[in-house]
């Protein structure tokens, strides 16, 4: 490992007030959202969308890493150019998605246990080969009556901690993602409460298993209540919440936070992150950065729909989402650019 090329690694996704696109959907998650717009769910579809995403024009004034999926990261162009070629060339880092999906946890009913650490050694060494200079785990936590339980919790943030010790090992960034849910009726309050605890068990095994802090992502979630809570506090209220949460339990030598959308639509997403920088930018440890999927590709994928014709009116949406949540993290993001553009 080498400390200093993790570290530098690190700094350059959060750099330039831009964030990280989250293009990792696995299979089946690809094919639900292609299903929903009638959008045939096949390999060559998702090629043609995952290079419609990452030819769009002046992405990387935005965009500093982009997540792949394991069947991405082998696609190329129509014209033969290899992705990661082509996100390389536009000023990106290439990412890589290494868990292989959260499964239902033995005596835990309700709840998940992300799976993916037996051969992630030898995965990541060839991962690094083909390019890719960062990884992405993801840990799910549900809130409902009575869970998550401690065994959850624990269980999901030592496999967090092994996966990013294996990934500095390979020389790979880890991006730790411990995402507490959105579904569900509880509060705010709740869903701090939560939030806090995940993330101080997720930093004890990240020290337990010697992770350096500086050479690593976090990609939490916001703090915000369920979304069938009768309560939904303000964009402000949740900045404050979040920025809250995340002071009492990330420690400062971590370099950035990149949170999920989660189900947020794009633009609360992208309000939220602002009033965040907004209220607390110059006063925090830690670059509030972006590493969102939903809130980035959706409005894109409905106007593409498997068309070709709409490709370029696509990539404009891509485009325009992902300028949003630059201008988000200079705390610069208003409603208006969503009639006017940025
Ligand atoms: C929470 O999901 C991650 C962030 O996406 P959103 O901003 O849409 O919440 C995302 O990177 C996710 O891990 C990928 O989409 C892959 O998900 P699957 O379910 O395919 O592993």
């Not at 750099?15 to 390999?43: V, W």
């Not at 549900?142 to 390979?170: F, H, K, M, V």
Request: one cysteine or more.
């Amino acid at each position: 490992m080498n400390a200093q090329e993790l570290i530098d690694t690190a700094r350059a996704l959060v750099a330039g007030n831009k964030g990280l696109l989250a293009m990792d959907e696995s299979n089946p998650t690809c094919n639900k959202r292609f299903a929903r717009l009638g959008i045939p769910q096949t390999e060559e579809t998702r090629r043609a969308y995952r290079e419609l995403i990452v030819t769009t024009p002046g992405l990387g004034e935005c965009i500093s890493g982009a997540i792949l999926y394991d069947e991405t990261i082998r696609q190329q162009k129509t014209d033969g150019t290899p992705f990661v070629k082509v996100i390389t060339d536009a000023g990106i880092i290439p990412g890589i998605k290494v868990d292989t999906g959260a499964k239902d946890m033995a005596g835990h009913p309700g709840e998940k246990i992300t799976e993916g650490l037996d051969g992630l050694r030898d995965r990541l060494a060839e991962y690094f080969q083909m390019g890719a200079r960062f990884a992405k785990w993801r840990a799910v936590i549900t809130l409902d009556a009575g869970i998550p339980s401690r065994g959850c919790i624990e269980a999901n943030a030592q496999a967090l901690a092994r996966y990013a010790a294996l990934c500095q090992e390979a020389g790979l960034v880890p991006v730790v993602e411990p995402e507490v849910l959105m579904e569900g009726d509880h509060t705010l309050e709740r869903c701090c409460e939560v939030t806090e605890e995940v993330l101080r068990t997720v930093f004890n095994q990240l020290y337990t298993q010697r992770v350096t802090l500086e050479g690593m992502i976090l990609k939490p979630n916001m703090v915000l209540p369920g979304l069938a809570c009768s309560m939904q506090e303000t964009v402000d209220e949740v900045a404050d919440a979040t920025v809250k949460c995340l002071l009492r339990a990330v420690p400062a030598a971590v370099p950035g936070i990149a949170f999920l959308s989660g189900g947020q639509s794009a633009e609360l997403a992208s309000a939220r992150l602002n009033a965040m920088n907004v209220r607390f930018k110059s006063r925090l440890p830690w670059a509030l950065a972006f590493s969102f999927a939903r809130a980035i590709q959706q409005p894109a994928l409905e106007i593409w729909q498997g068309d070709e014709a709409h490709l370029l009116a696509a990539q404009q949406a891509l485009y325009h989402r992902a300028e949003c949540n630059r201008a988000a993290r200079r705390g610069e993001y208003n409603a208006a650019m969503e009639v006017t553009g940025v």
